[in-house]
């Protein structure tokens, strides 16, 4: 039988849960959450893949988590953990290099592969504050199935934070980001309202629905869809495919905005 052939964008995405696997024996899970496309990827059936990956991190310190994360990249354990999969090596950038400060900690890796390929990602833990309600549940079966890995638990945000995160960032950044339209597109469908935990952002939301379609299917195909697989390609590579979604959104953030008046 044929190895499994696995896409650039799947290799770092395995790459990323190894990681979490590693980091949760380390760190306690009320310490950390991850958050953004790998939140939406691994846990609301997102099928955007996630070049890099981010976390939120407290109750840790600069030193503390620069030397933990430092050590899972450079046990050879960890390195032999991939080589199954098409990579030789997991190099990490020059650490002195890496932004290392109170609020932001980065690290850099290349993936070296068999092929000769140099494979570009990273993990970045923010410190400025957990956003939101933090759930622990294993990532998506789907997912691990393809790698043949086994369950895995992760603290991350609730589906209400991920919302609220992603209307933020939408009224919030300088420039537009389809993804962040995306990823309420993929958030609206299963969303549930909870009396308990409204999505309390009036403002945020008129600012999010006049924004919507500022972004181009253009914008679109060159930020989000290139993170698709072949087959989510084909499907969505039209401009009235991502006129749909921005409709679903603009309804979505509607629906949203009646249910906190």
Known sequence: MEPAVYSPLQLRELF????????GR???AQFYAIKGGANLRFFYKSFRYSEYMDL???GVTVSVLKETVMKILQASSFQDAFKPFGIE??????????KQTETTQRFKIHLITFAGEDLFTKIEFSRRGFKGEIIVQPVSSVILRAYKLPPLLVPHYDIQS????????????TIIQARDIFDLYILSSQYKPLKEKKIKMSKALA????????ISFEQFQDAVMSYFSLDDQSV??????W???????????DDLRREYA
């Open 16 to 23: 990323h849960l190894e990681f979490l696997r590693w980091f």
């Open 26 to 28: 380390k760190v306690k």
């Open 56 to 58: 939120d991190i407290q």
């Open 89 to 98: 090596k997991a190099v990490p950038s020059e650490i002195k290099r890496a």
């Open 162 to 173: 991920a919302i609220m995160q992603k209307i933020g960032a939408l009224t919030a950044r």
């Open 207 to 214: 600012k999010a629905g006049e924004n919507i379609f500022e």
């Open 236 to 241: 969505y590579n039209s401009s009235t495919a």
């Open 243 to 253: 006129d749909e979604i921005k409709l679903k959104v603009a309804n979505f953030i």
